[in-house]
């Protein structure tokens, strides 16, 4: 099982990546994304609750033998990644601001996402993308709702 978790935490082995893992797992969520997840939000939001709670799991067991948020662990990033798409057409536009907007407020944090980091366990590795990705995805139906 330790192999499994470890396996699922680093989205099958991407967040070993050398060069910015969390990155690298959020470019396998667009990938996944685009190519196979459904864009409706009834079937992405059901991948996204299974996603999150294999990820907590799989986060809490890989934190034994990486640390706490080690960077290895970048199942987080696919979650954030794919809550910013809710109820959003598959466009280019979405996907590349989408995934901007994504990176910017994983890495910047900003209040409350720097708070749920520190949660225990897997949930903190998990929550604070989650609402990285809630910040993401208001954002860019905001940037909708101009256009």
């Known amino acids: 099982m330790k192999k499994?978790?470890?396996i699922l935490a680093?989205?099958?082995g991407s967040g070993f990546s050398p060069f910015a893992p969390g990155t690298v797992g959020a470019l396998v969520a667009v990938i996944f994304y685009?190519?196979?997840i459904p864009a409706e939000p009834i079937p992405l939001s059901?991948?996204?609750v299974c996603l999150t709670t294999v990820g907590i799991w799989a986060a809490t067991e890989t934190e034994q033998q990486y640390g706490h948020d080690a960077s290895v662990i970048n199942i987080d990033e696919v979650v954030g990644m794919l809550i910013t798409f809710i109820a959003l057409e598959k466009t280019f536009f979405n996907i590349i601001v989408g995934f901007i907007l994504f990176r910017f407020f994983d890495i910047v944090k900003p209040w409350p996402v720097s708070r749920a980091q520190l949660l225990p366990r897997g949930w903190g590795?998990?929550?604070d993308d989650v609402a990285a990705g809630?910040?993401?995805l208001l954002i860019l139906h905001g940037i909708q709702l101009i256009q």
């Open 10 to 12: 680093t989205t099958f």
């Open 34 to 36: 685009y190519f196979l």
């Open 4 to 6: 499994l978790a470890i």
């Open 46 to 48: 059901i991948i996204i």
């Open 125 to 127: 590795v998990m929550i």
């Open 134 to 136: 809630v910040y993401s």
